[in-house]
């Protein structure tokens, strides 16, 4: 197992003045898994995985995300990872097909793979006839299924999703999901962050934060059955209402 460990974090910690945001958290994800890291408001969700993606420095502790480490090969960190959040990573004023492109050519990939790429995500999303109109023109939902694709065009080992699915109906929900899993299907490990606990039941485990420290990570049976809980609904309750921190 020691050397399937794509992320490792031993004591990871972020003070912002007196304020310690994240507190001193150890966690290992393996490769290929979906990792759900959960919290309510203000637990440092975010903040974790920004120091992870090599966005922020830490103040505390150690980690490596694809055995690069986060305070001294960041650059390599972002070579190598995918990263959407909630406000996408998408081009609203250009085409399907020139986000892709960019996305493409910021990667430094060659412009037959590019090609053969774009034409892939077109056909897997139905998006073919869309190719030529403006992003911003697009349902949400698409827009998020092809801010997911476009993360994951450059074929990273690892891709951060920061609330992926925020505001789409469960069935477009569903589908993203779909998504996640032949991801992972392909080798990618996911690590995803969100609010919608029937989507903490896809991950093989999650870790649950409160005021800036880990405070459960197993699997969903096991976390249910060590909070005698029946849903991870009720787990999160469980945790989230120790919580003394608010959210912004
Ligand atoms: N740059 C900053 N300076 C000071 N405090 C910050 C900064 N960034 C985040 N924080 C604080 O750190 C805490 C954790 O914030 P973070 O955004 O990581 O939480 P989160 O779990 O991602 O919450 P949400 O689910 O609302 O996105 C919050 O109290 C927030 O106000």
């Known amino acids: 197992m020691a050397n399937d460990k794509i992320i490792t974090a031993q004591e990871l910690s972020k003070r912002f003045g007196h304020f310690t945001a994240v507190d001193a958290i150890t966690f290992d994800v393996h490769k290929g898994e979906i990792f759900g890291f959960l919290g309510a408001n203000g637990a440092g969700k975010t903040t974790a995985m920004r120091m992870l993606c090599g966005l922020s420095k830490p103040t505390g ?5 694809a055995g690069f ?4 090969q960041n650059e390599q960190i972002k070579k190598n990872i995918g990263y959407m959040s909630q406000k996408f990573s998408l081009y609203e004023d250009l085409t399907v097909n020139e986000n892709m492109q ?3 050519g910021i990667y430094g990939k060659s412009n037959a793979f590019i090609k053969e ?7 897997h999303l139905h998006l073919e006839k869309e190719a030529n109109k403006l992003v911003g023109a697009l349902p949400l939902g698409w827009k998020q299924k ?3 694709s476009v993360a994951i065009f450059h074929e990273p080992e690892i891709v951060f999703l920061d609330e992926p699915t925020g505001g789409v109906d469960p069935v477009t929900r569903r589908e993203f999901w779909n998504m996640i899993y032949q991801a992972a299907d392909n080798g ?3 690590f ?3 609010h919608y606990m029937d989507e903490a039941e896809y991950c093989n485990r999650v870790s649950i934060m409160v005021d800036g420290k880990i405070e459960a990570l197993d699997t969903p049976a096991v976390l249910k059955k060590i909070y005698h809980s029946d849903s991870m609904d009720d787990v999160f309750l469980k945790l989230a ?8």
């Open 241 to 248: 209402r120790k919580a003394v921190r608010a959210g912004d």
């Open 188 to 190: 990618i490990t996911i």
């Open 117 to 123: 790429k774009t034409a892939f995500i077109l056909d």
């Open 69 to 72: 480490d986060v305070y001294t």
């Open 192 to 194: 995803v962050t969100t």
């Open 102 to 104: 960019l996305y493409g």
């Open 61 to 65: 502790g150690k980690a490596t995300v």
């Open 146 to 148: 092809l801010a997911f």
